[in-house]
């Protein structure tokens, strides 16, 4: 079971090792967005940088926790995605357009393949998948959205 402080770290690791993003630059997000180490380098290098954004409760409520005190409660998972177009499209690039970044980090943290999440506890699409937050500055940007169920044992000591 994966503990809610590790989330940002394993999305990071799961993109990272994914072949399919041809060198895309993958980071975690330190709070400073839009100046988080690595975008602006990844962005005039490759064209392409992943995001692991920081992570955020979305809800629990009492019905969620049992009779021995543990609690469950999701957590929001969001990835920004930003495509440098000019430099991302051209064969020193990554090659992969935003929209389809955005379709493989879907495939990436929800598949239950090599790598992906699947099994007990997945990451989970959420309602509103990805949001396309259009072109700004030659720069595409999308965000695609997940939930993780996160499980907190209690703990019993005196």
């Known amino acids: 079971m994966i503990e809610l402080e590790d989330i940002q770290q394993d999305v990071v690791a799961r993109l990272s090792g994914f072949a399919d993003f041809n060198g895309a630059v993958v980071v975690a997000d330190d709070g400073n967005y839009p100046k988080t180490p690595g975008i602006e380098k990844g962005l005039s290098t490759v064209g392409l940088v992943l995001i692991a954004w920081q992570i955020d409760c979305i809800g629990a409520d009492a019905g969620n926790i049992t009779s021995n005190g543990f609690v469950a409660y999701n ?8 495509e440098n177009q000019a430099v991302c499209r051209v064969a020193a690039g990554a090659n992969v357009a935003f929209l389809k970044a955005v379709r493989l980090v879907i495939a990436r943290l929800s ?43 209690p703990d019993l000591s005196p």
């Open 111 to 153: 598949g239950s393949g090599p790598g992906g999440c699947g099994g007990q506890n997945p990451y989970l699409p959420a309602t509103q998948v990805f949001k396309n937050l259009g072109k700004s500055q030659g720069i595409n940007r999308a965000v695609v959205s997940f939930t993780k169920l996160i499980i907190t044992k």
């Open 75 to 82: 957590v929001a998972v969001d990835i920004v995605i930003e």
